[in-house]
């Protein structure tokens, strides 16, 4: 188990306590944590939706923000859909930039499995492609989910925020101070640029990293037992992350994964006794422990 990353100071701007400097602190979040990938279709979503079911699980008060501006799919794994039109996001986006908001103001967030959520696919028309490269628009409409959705004080707030390096992505680090990132891989992005470029991102806007997961890490045969290396694991296998980046789980190739996300339950809902929801369970237990949460808090060690 690797060390917990230490507290971050409260009521400043910074894990280092500076003032002024970075983005800013949500308040009412005793955590921010982000769950990212370098790039997409990597499993981010699956894991960001099991790693929040598996944090409430343990007893904390949690929220999914989704803001995978490139595929907001957490509704679609969660089982929730928007009823009607999508929101007016013309009068969401003055009321976040202005700052304060009143609490008669807030949009209630969706409440599903225990958890509180909302997502830009629920704000943002099916058919507007556009955001991605509206590097304004994706702060203001982040910026307006986080300050005008009422989170309900959660202990940890997930962000599954878009995959890469890109400006989306860029926009977001500069919108809110995170506390952590829980990196998704998979074997073969561990001998790519892609894993080592998103790791230099996170460090270099200063956001510790809570740890990596490897997701689609082998196969299991169900006529032997045996686990299949589906992916080539390249030269340096793992070498990318590095020996302050803790491997915090691996998950296996699993049909049943991919029939939770299109039939809206999840698999530590679908299957709370099967072996993908122990996993995620123990990613839970291991993500808490890093973040002092266990320790701190009171919570179930
Ligand atoms: P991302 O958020 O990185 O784009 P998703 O979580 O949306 O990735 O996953 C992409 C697709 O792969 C989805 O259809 C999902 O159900 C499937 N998937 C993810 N992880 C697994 C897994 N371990 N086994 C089987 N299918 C998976």
Redesign the pocket.
Same mark, same amino acid.
């Given at each position: 188990m690797a060390a917990p990353m230490g507290r971050p100071e409260s009521g400043s701007d910074r894990a280092d306590g500076a003032p002024g400097a970075g983005p800013p602190r949500l308040s009412g979040a005793r955590r921010v944590i982000a769950v990212a990938?370098g790039k997409? &279709? #990597? &499993?981010? @979503?699956? #894991?960001a939706v099991n790693l929040a079911l598996g944090l409430a699980g343990r007893g904390l008060r949690v929220g999914l923000l989704d803001a995978?501006v490139h &595929?907001p799919?957490v509704p679609l794994m969660l089982g929730v859909r928007r009823r009607g039109e999508a929101a007016d996001w013309g009068a969401i986006v003055p009321l976040a930039t202005a700052g304060e908001i009143s609490p008669g103001q807030r949009l209630p967030a969706l409440d599903r499995y225990g958890l509180k959520t909302m997502s830009v696919g629920l704000l943002v028309g099916e058919d507007q492609p556009a955001l991605v490269d509206n590097a304004p628009l994706v702060g203001l409409l982040v910026r307006g989910l986080l300050s005008l959705v009422d989170w309900g004080e959660p202990d940890v707030l997930l962000l599954d925020l878009p995959?890469g390096t890109g400006e989306p992505q860029a926009t977001i680090l500069r919108t809110v101070r995170l506390d952590g990132v829980v990196l #998704?891989v998979t074997p073969q992005d561990l001998a790519r640029l892609d894993t080592g470029r998103a790791l230099a991102a996170f460090r270099a806007a200063d956001v510790p990293i809570v740890g990596a997961v490897e997701?689609?890490s082998f196969l299991l045969c169900p006529g032997c037992g045996d686990r299949i290396q589906v992916f080539h694991r390249g030269r340096v296998p793992r070498a990318v992350l590095g020996d302050d980046v803790p491997l915090l789980a691996e998950?296996?190739?699993?049909?049943a994964? @991919?029939e939770a996300?299109?039939t809206g339950r999840p698999v530590l809902i679908a299957d709370p006794d099967g072996p993908q929801a122990a996993r995620f369970r123990d990613l839970a237990a291991a993500v808490a422990e890093r973040l002092g949460i266990a320790r701190e808090w009171g919570v179930d060690g």
């Open positions: 990938s997409g &279709g #990597v &499993g981010k @979503s699956t #894991v995978d &595929g799919n995959p #998704v997701n689609m998950i296996p190739i699993d049909p994964l @991919s996300a299109d």
